[in-house]
């Protein structure tokens, strides 16, 4: 069974620490691994995906990088306006499985 | 552009009642899922929609529950003889197409008493 894990569950940062969020998962054939983000009472924002180990990709402050068993997503100098709960999912390759298995998510919050 | 628009933001029924939910994806895609938001679940994956193909139905947790999408848009996620443990957030989502990232709607939040 495809199994997502993220850790840390919650993760609390002075404004400008620099940290970075755990994905380790499971699954028959990784099609894809999905980073989303998402605010209180909204539906999650897409930030990266992530096909093959060894790829990374940047936006702003973050940056995701894959490797065959874990993702990491790394935060650089974080504002509070980067607090959110950060999930990770994947995509297994079986033809025709287009859901995502998702983590629990990183609940960070970055204090002024 | 617009994005993948969910109504109601907010329901409450009563147990036993039917419910329909909406979704409008975002013009142009032609995938589109249903996902469920429960507290200390996760996001689990109900149905998902391409094109004119059959369905994948494979998340769907009981007979109550059924989706439709007419003409390759709107889609309507049914749920009846409503439990208490529906109870949760339906979320949308839409893709261009199989294996690009499907981007949310924010949901409609089910409260079940």
Same mark, same amino acid.
């Given at each position: ?7 840390? /569950? ?11 969020? @755990? ?6 054939? #990784? ?18 995906? #992530? ?14 990088? #894959? $490797? ?7 935060? $650089?100098?974080?504002?509070? /306006?980067?607090?959110? $709960? ?13 859901? #995502?298995?998702?983590?629990?998510? $990183?609940?960070?919050?970055? @204090?002024? | ?20 939910? +909406?979704? *409008? ?10 996902? &469920? ?5 996760? %996001? ?19 007979? +109550?529950?059924?989706?439709? +999408? ?6 309507? %996620?049914?749920?009846? +003889?409503?439990?208490?443990? *529906? ?21 409609? &939040?089910?409260?079940?008493?």
């Amino acid at each position: 069974e495809d199994q997502v894990t993220q850790s840390p /569950e919650a993760l609390r940062l002075q404004e400008g620490e620099s940290s970075s969020l @755990n994905c380790s998962y499971t699954v028959s054939g #990784l099609r894809g691994l999905f980073w989303y983000r998402q605010d209180p009472g909204k539906g999650p924002e897409f930030l990266f995906t #992530l096909y093959s180990a060894g790829e990374e990709k940047e936006k702003e402050r973050l940056k995701a990088t #894959l $490797t065959k068993k874990e993702s990491f997503l790394h935060i $650089t100098a974080p504002k509070p /306006e980067d607090s959110a $709960t950060y999930l990770c999912a994947v995509q297994a390759a079986p033809r025709g499985a287009q859901k #995502l298995v998702f983590g629990q998510g $990183t609940r960070l919050t970055i @204090n002024p | 552009g617009a994005g993948v628009s969910q109504s109601p933001s907010n329901k409450v029924t009563e147990k036993g009642k039917d419910v329909e939910l +909406r979704c *409008d994806p975002i013009s142009g895609h032609t995938a589109l899922y249903w996902y &469920r938001q429960s507290l200390g679940q996760g %996001l689990e994956f109900l149905i998902y929609f391409q094109g004119n193909s059959a369905p994948d139905k494979s998340g769907l947790p009981s007979d +109550r529950f059924s989706a439709e +999408r007419t003409g390759g848009s709107v889609s309507t %996620l049914t749920i009846q +003889r409503t439990q208490q443990e *529906d109870s949760a957030v339906y979320l949308c989502a839409s893709s261009l197409g199989p294996n690009q990232p499907q981007h949310f709607g924010d949901g409609t &939040r089910l409260s079940i008493l």
